[in-house]
Nanobody, 121 residues
Framework: VQLVESGGGSVQAGGSVNITCAVS????????MAWFRQSPGKWRDYVAG???????NYADSIKGRVTISCGNDRQTLYLQMNNLKPEDTGAYYC????????????????WGQGTQVTVSS
């Protein structure tokens, strides 16, 4: 199984970024796929998840500013983030779990290597 994130970078506050996770070795329609953020000195926080490339769930802290989705190929995961704030800065990881709606990082079986998003004020 491989999860490979891309699309991070530096952006000004108020800007947008779309990050991507290319998935191989598992079928996202059979898993709960999620994005986590890890800020310096902190553990990974749940950002958003999608079950079977269908229903979605978002952390309250970021709801309304992000959209998680699957690509038409059902092997790509996206996270569109808008109106970014400096506190959104961190490494963003895509992950897969067999437990739908799971928000605890320890319950995820597979992880990507992360992509950095830096938001400057």
């Amino acid at each position: 199984v491989q999860l490979v994130e891309s699309g991070g970078g530096s952006v000004q506050a108020g800007g947008s970024v779309n990050i991507t996770c290319a998935v191989s070795g598992l079928t996202p329609t059979n898993w709960y796929m999620a994005w986590f953020r890890q800020s310096p000195g902190k553990w990974r926080d749940y950002v958003a998840g999608i079950g079977g490339c269908g229903s979605t769930n978002y952390a309250d802290s970021i709801k309304g500013r992000v959209t998680i989705s699957c690509g038409n190929d059902r092997q790509t995961l996206y996270l569109q983030m808008n109106n970014l704030k400096p506190e959104d800065t961190g490494a963003y990881y895509c992950a897969a779990s067999t437990d739908y709606w799971e928000t605890q990082a320890s319950r995820y079986s597979y992880w990507g290597q992360g992509t950095q998003v830096t938001v400057s004020s």
